[in-house]
Nanobody, 127 residues
Framework: QVNPVESGGGLVQAGGSLNLSCTESKRLLSAHAIGWFRQAPGKEREGISCITPSGGTTTDADSVKGRFFIGRDNAKNTVSLEMNNLKEEDTAVYYC????????????????????WGKGTQVTVSS
């Protein structure tokens, strides 16, 4: 069982930055692709970006390209989501999820088949 845990959410002004982290205590993330998703009130969950164990990345959300960057540190068992130039429309609960994927390309479309989900961290961007 993989139990990813998100952290790093909070309240930030528009134009600011936040760095989210996804960790897992049993050091199982090294064989899993990690995806970041978000869900705003009244909206469907949206896939943002993912990263494979070897570091290959895919960004599926056009609205964050050039602003959000995903990275991983397998030694620290952590995947990060660096979010820059935040906008009010980025306000949402952000989730990380894990998918056993020792090889291949990841994506976050339609949930991407991710098996293990964190409980989420709230990001609120104020004007």
């Amino acid at each position: 069982q993989v139990n990813p845990v998100e952290s790093g959410g909070g309240l930030v002004q528009a134009g600011g930055s936040l760095n989210l982290s996804c960790t897992e205590s049993k050091r199982l993330l090294s064989a899993h692709a990690i995806g970041w998703f978000r869900q705003a009130p009244g909206k469907e969950r949206e896939g943002i970006s993912c990263i494979t164990p070897s570091g290959g990345t895919t960004t599926d959300a056009d609205s964050v390209k050039g602003r959000f960057f995903i990275g991983r540190d397998n030694a620290k068992n952590t995947v990060s989501l660096e979010m820059n130039n935040l906008k009010e429309e980025d306000t949402a609960v952000y989730y990380c999820a894990a998918l056993f994927l020792p090889h291949g390309i990841c994506n976050t479309r339609s949930g991407g088949g991710y098996e293990y989900w964190g409980k989420g961290t709230q990001v609120t961007v104020s004007s």
